[in-house]
């Protein structure tokens, strides 16, 4: 089994997060893990799982490496949306985020500060898991 990553950690802090993530749970489960747009990392591997931020770089992926995913089990994990055809996937996930919660969480706190609310400086976590199984 094999985890290919997909985002691109200089881009910004979202996809550098999502990155050390990927990396942290492969290598919780023994699994490699890397960051790999050329497909060679998948050779002689019978299962591959891609993840990405988006729907459309896994397929962008998959366009550009279909050698490199030609007979293998092809399992997909993406975020928000799957606006594609999942032919060519044993399994495909997203993650939806919930941005209206998010959103409601940064304006209740910049309301507070405007009422002189002290800012403690700490990161906010909104801790909101929804994973939809597709295929």
Same mark, same amino acid.
């Given at each position: 089994?094999?985890?290919?990553? =997909?985002d691109k950690p200089e881009t910004n802090v979202v996809q550098k997060?999502? &990155?050390e993530g990927y990396a942290?749970? *492969?290598?919780? =489960?023994g699994v490699s893990c890397a960051l790999d747009w050329s497909g060679?990392? &998948?050779?002689?591997?019978?299962?591959? *799982?891609?993840?990405?931020?988006s729907w459309n770089v896994v397929e962008k992926w998959m366009a550009e490496n279909r050698?490199?995913?030609?007979g293998k089990a092809v399992f997909a994990g993406a975020f928000?949306?799957?606006?594609?055809?999942?032919?060519?996937?044993?399994?495909?996930y997203v993650c939806r985020q919930d941005f209206k919660t998010m959103a409601e969480r940064a304006v209740d706190m910049l309301i507070g500060q405007l009422h002189g609310?002290?800012?403690?400086?700490?990161?906010?976590?909104?801790?909101?898991?929804?994973c939809e199984k597709l295929s």
């Open positions: 089994d094999h985890v290919v990553v =997909l997060e999502r &990155c942290n749970a *492969a290598r919780e =489960l060679a990392s &998948c050779e002689g591997r019978a299962r591959i *799982a891609l993840v990405g931020s050698d490199a995913a030609a928000d949306s799957w606006n594609i055809d999942r032919t060519g996937y044993a399994c495909i609310q002290p800012d403690s400086g700490a990161r906010l976590e909104v801790d909101i898991r929804v």
